[in-house]
């Protein structure tokens, strides 16, 4: 009888978590709410509301299956965004984008933060803001029309190859290869961690065209992901991020017209760290909507949840933090806002861009492990979001140059980096 009482008891304590996660908007949130127009018009509102209906309507009811069958289905998600235009907001308008500034890149991907998943928004940011901003930027108008205009109307899904192996971070020291053969390259390499590799009609691909310096070798590369040699090794099993696909690329001959070099040869490293700008600042934009909702979820679960005979949020320590967490947030809107700003002004923003970078991956580390823990065996389990952010958005500190070449860089622009002696010399 006890047995069957307690089960009874926990079923309906589920019930309530479960409801409790698909109620976004509350007092928390409407609380924070106003600021995030500091950077924003009527129209971007527009546009992220837009954007929120397709989230309700295709993307959320459906996260829990994808996540189970681990991978999404991209080519019908980004074919309805960029149907809405949504895949394309600063892209040129004589390739189907909307030609706008940065600040509406920002604004979807804050509200792609309403998904209910890491995975999905992350895939999205790989085809607008990490794989295609170089080819807008400096490519050819052949390789426009060819890779980037179906890129942005989501007919064709691209992902970027530039981590490998042994090289994740460690940009400069890829291998890579690209050899000219008469008019074509042939390719030889591979490539590691690529969202997307199972479903990519291409790959902006960085690879070593030449055997000079490591930071004036390389080029950014279209790949059509059908040709001869290209090879999907294996799809990774990961901790987080289940249904966005990730995989192991081998380019072996791979034969690729020199023409689908994007820009200039030999640029690829400076392109590439370009694009890093705009794929961090998207990062840490993408990271505010569900750190407000882990914070805004355990807020609602702790004033419900009893222990000790009265509700865990009454305990000082509890909603003392939740306000600490809250702070943080805000501080890193405010902070990305203020990169975004500098950002559409034309200035270097690579400084400002790694400390977004940095706060959000430490601060979703710090949310996402703060909150769980005020959810006690119900955050152990996944039956509930806060259990499936917390293992998503640990990649934040990892994926797009880990923490610590976030503080590299910002070491570098402070002139505190130790100097590396054999180059003194």
């Known amino acids: 009888m006890h047995v069957r009482c307690v089960s009874k008891l926990c079923s309906r304590r589920l019930k309530n978590v479960l409801k409790l996660e698909l109620w976004q908007q509350n007092r928390f949130m409407s609380a924070t709410s106003s600021n995030r127009e500091a950077i924003y018009s009527t129209e971007h509102l527009q546009m992220k509301e837009s954007l929120k209906k397709i989230i309700e309507r295709d993307i959320n009811p459906n996260v829990d299956q994808?996540?189970?069958?681990?991978?999404?289905?991209?080519?019908?998600?980004?074919?309805?965004?960029?149907?809405?235009?949504?895949?394309?907001?600063?892209?040129?308008?004589e390739y189907g984008g909307l030609g706008l500034d940065y600040t509406y890149s920002v604004a979807v991907a804050e509200e792609l933060g309403s998904i209910n998943c890491g995975a999905i928004p992350m895939a999205i940011g790989v085809q607008t803001d990490m794989a295609t901003p170089a080819l807008a930027r400096f490519g050819s108008d052949e390789l426009k029309k060819e890779f980037l205009a179906p890129s942005v109307s989501g007919d064709r899904v691209a992902c970027l190859g530039v981590s490998e192996v042994g090289s994740g971070s460690d940009v400069a020291s890829i291998q890579t290869k690209a050899v000219k053969h008469g008019d074509d390259l042939v390719i030889n390499g591979g490539?590691?961690?690529?969202?997307?590799?199972?479903?990519?009609?291409w790959m902006c691909l960085l690879a070593n065209t030449s055997d000079g310096p490591v930071y004036g070798n390389k080029s950014l590369i279209c790949l059509p992901m059908d040709l001869p040699g290209v090879k999907l090794a294996r799809k990774i099993d990961k901790m987080g991020m289940r249904s966005s696909d990730t995989g192991q690329v081998f380019l072996e001959d791979v034969r690729v017209p020199a023409k689908y070099i994007i820009g200039d040869e030999g640029m690829g490293f400076t392109y590439q760290m370009l694009q890093f700008q705009e794929e961090r600042l998207w990062a840490a934009a993408a990271a505010v909507m569900p750190l407000e909702k882990c914070i805004a979820m355990t807020i609602e679960y702790t004033s419900q949840r009893k222990a000790f005979g009265q509700p865990i949020l009454n305990n000082q320590v509890v909603h003392f933090r939740l306000a600490e967490l809250a702070t943080e947030v805000e501080a890193l809107r405010s902070m990305l806002y203020r990169a975004v700003g500098q950002y559409i002004e034309g200035n270097d923003v690579t400084m400002l861009a790694s400390m977004c970078k940095l706060k959000s991956g430490r601060l979703a580390r710090e949310v996402t492990d703060g909150c769980l823990q005020y959810w006690g065996g119900m955050g152990f389990t996944n039956e509930v979001l806060i259990s499936r952010f917390f293992r998503d958005f640990r990649l934040l500190s990892i994926g797009g140059g880990a923490d610590e070449v976030m503080l590299s860089i910002i070491c570098k622009y402070m002139d505190t980096l130790p100097k590396n002696p054999s180059k003194s010399k």
Not at 69 to 83: R, V
Not at 191 to 201: H, L, P, Y
């Open 66 to 93: 994808w996540e189970a069958e681990g991978q999404f289905p991209a080519k019908q998600i980004f074919k309805t965004l960029g149907d809405a235009g949504l895949l394309g907001v600063t892209k040129p308008t």
């Open 191 to 201: 490539k590691m961690w690529t969202t997307n590799a199972f479903q990519a009609d």
